[in-house]
């Protein structure tokens, strides 16, 4: 399997991918803004399909519209009802640039699937380079607001009694969410990007209540699906993304089960 450059391309950008998703997608599961990383992965998709009609990168459209959709999602509100209208009023916005692009886009069949479902088997050199980067600047960032997020994440109220700005943490924490919802979509697809920012961290998190090793196990379990994944596609020729996805929904059954 590793004897093809693509095989070996496809497993770099995944661990790559997995580890940055895995540690980002822990704090969004424990701030509960789930639903920002799954609003933000369709206003990527329109950054990409309109990135494309323009001539640019597909990831680099998606790139900076995910961030920007994650800015204006953490300026709009940080309270849980301010920030669900908000991320509800980005997402339907987005969601209807994406149709009027796909109106444009139906010419590109091939591309607007692999923008949809991932295609990680298309991994190329300048990408993986392009992800790598992208994860250092985001777990660099992340590593930096770590401790006061986590203040802010467990305890809001007692945190901004102590100065701590939860609207500025919000905006850059969800700014870091768009790079790696950007960066997960090129493995799974906008539609899935679910299957390695929530699924790993909420498996993670009902494993273990620590901080340290919840973050650890996060990380792992993404990396362990990810690459099990594209394992199990070439050994069945079936789509990496449903095996990642398939096997982050089974591990987070499995989760409960023992839980119980």
Known sequence: MLDYDFMRHAFLAAGIVAV???????????????????????????????????????????????????VLMGALGEKLAERDIAIGVILTMSLGLGLLFLHF???????????????????????IYALLGLAALSLGILGVIARPLLFASLNPELAEAKGVSLRGLGLVFLGIVGLTTAASAQIVGVLLVFALMVGPAATAQRLSTRLAPGLGLAAGIALAEAWAGIALSYYTDWPASFWISALSGGMYLLSLARRR
Do not use: E, I, K
């Open 105 to 127: 886009f139906t010419s590109y069949a091939t591309a607007a699937t692999a923008l949809l479902f991932g295609d990680v088997l298309g991994v190329d050199l300048p990408t």
């Open 20 to 70: 940055l998703a895995g540690f980002v997608g822990y704090f969004l599961v424990l701030r509960g803004q789930a639903f920002a990383g799954h609003a933000l992965s369709h206003v990527g998709f329109a950054g990409a399909t309109g990135a494309v009609l323009l001539g640019v990168s597909p990831l680099a459209g998606m790139l900076g519209v995910t961030v920007l959709g994650g």
